[in-house]
């Protein structure tokens, strides 16, 4: 599995569509796929910051894109 580092609302979305060309779908297919619309995806794929979280996490879900979170040192996680 490949790593990422996301900065940010732009670098997220060309991950995105990377990884959307790479299975060689398009976005109206992605968008008959999960069910969010084809404007939608565009905008995230473009990096917008006012996409809904939960979208962007079903488009990472439905294209296999796993996130992971990591938190400084001195956060303590349970």
């Not at 490949?2 to 991950?15: C, F, N, P």
């Not at 969010?36 to 910051?49: A, D, F, L």
């Amino acid at each position: 599995m490949t790593s990422v580092l996301i900065t940010d609302a732009a670098s997220l979305g060309a991950e995105l569509r990377r990884t959307r060309k790479a299975l060689k779908i398009t976005q109206e297919e992605l968008s008959l796929q999960t069910g969010i619309s084809r404007p939608t995806i565009r905008s995230v794929e473009r990096g917008k910051e006012t996409a809904h979280v939960g979208l962007v996490l079903q488009l990472c879900q439905d294209l296999g894109v796993a996130i992971e979170l990591k938190f400084p040192e001195q956060a303590s996680r349970p």
